[in-house]
């Protein structure tokens, strides 16, 4: 799935952000929170979609054994949605997310209307594709394992990471294989796609790897870990 790039530097406004629970936070834990919202608002993001630096440390790789090179033709797209699609594709080569290359692969593209039928999503259709790809031996950390601990918790945070797959680079033969065809053209990806098999593995990778030092620590080295976690954010004990 593509995502819009229609605005990719829009300031994400602190002061109309969602922060607590409605009628059962403090007014006092909610001004504490804002503030340190702003103090990193640098790394959040608005309304829109951005291109993420390059993650360090993993890199997407497909492996498709001896099956052969997969091309298909582009589907059809009518008039309006057409000028929808260039201008995605457009942003997303000026966001140096593809590039332009004539490849032995090529899967179509799928446009789908959101529900106010103004918007679509683009979509690739990776299935044939996918169908080759070796499932990776790494696995997604079960929901049971990641809640042991949190009876002790007492503030609790969530994130979203915007476009999160994008920060990740591929190989060479990944490029290749992840390459699509449209009425526009014939594109690859330089950054990893969404659709394509084993990438939320490899995304959950890199997310572990940035955390390693925060989890599955001895009882001594946690309270070690909260007290800087709270000095970084202000917040007392």
Known sequence: MLLELSDLHTECDIDQADV?????TFPEDES??????????????GDGNAAPAPARGMVYDLDVGEAKHIALRPGSIGPHVA???????????????IEHLESQWASPIVTVH???????????DYRLVNNFIQLSSYS?????????????????MSLDMANGFWAIRMTERAKLISSFVCPFGHFQWIRMPFGLKNAPLIYQQVIKNC???FVRLPPEEEAKVDQEVLYYLNLDP
């Open 140 to 156: 997604l950390p079960l929901i049971d394992d990641l809640l042991v601990g949190f009876e002790k918790a007492l503030w609790f």
């Open 83 to 97: 000028v929808k699609v260039y201008e995605l594709l457009k942003n997303l080569l000026e966001s140096n997310l």
């Open 211 to 213: 955390l390693w030092g």
């Open 20 to 24: 607590g629970v409605p009628r059962e």
């Open 32 to 45: 504490r929170m804002r503030a340190i919202l702003k103090r990193h608002r640098n790394i959040f993001l």
């Open 114 to 124: 959101k529900k106010n039928g103004v918007y679509i999503r683009m979509c690739i």
